[in-house]
């Protein structure tokens, strides 16, 4: 039986590779929204980050999302991401 190829996603944070199913994906929808993908499947672009703090803080500091997004992104939607990063940090945990 063939093996399938795993999909591979880099990270905004650490700029490393890991498997598309293990980060998360932030997505810019048609309309210009921001919001955290739990799915994989939401339409719009999509950058994607691993589920830790120190990523999200990485992906900040070195403008990842605006360098990935190709424009400037509002602190208030930082702030915003950040909130749903969190939830879904403690939704994770308690599976």
């Known amino acids: 039986m063939k093996t399938r190829k795993i999909p ?3 990270c905004l944070g650490c700029q ?3 498997p598309k199913k293990e980060l998360i994906r932030i997505v ?3 309309e210009g929204e921001y919001s955290v993908d739990t799915t994989g499947k939401k ?3 999509g950058a994607y980050i691993c589920p830790k703090q120190e990523c999200f803080e990485a992906a900040r500091k070195n403008h990842g999302l605006e360098r990935s997004f190709k424009n400037a992104i509002d602190p208030a939607v930082y ?3 950040e909130q749903q990063l969190k939830n879904l940090a403690t939704v994770r945990t308690e599976e």
């Open 8 to 10: 591979q996603r880099m």
């Open 43 to 45: 339409a719009g672009r």
């Open 16 to 18: 490393e590779s890991h």
């Open 79 to 81: 702030e915003e991401l």
């Open 28 to 30: 810019r929808s048609p």
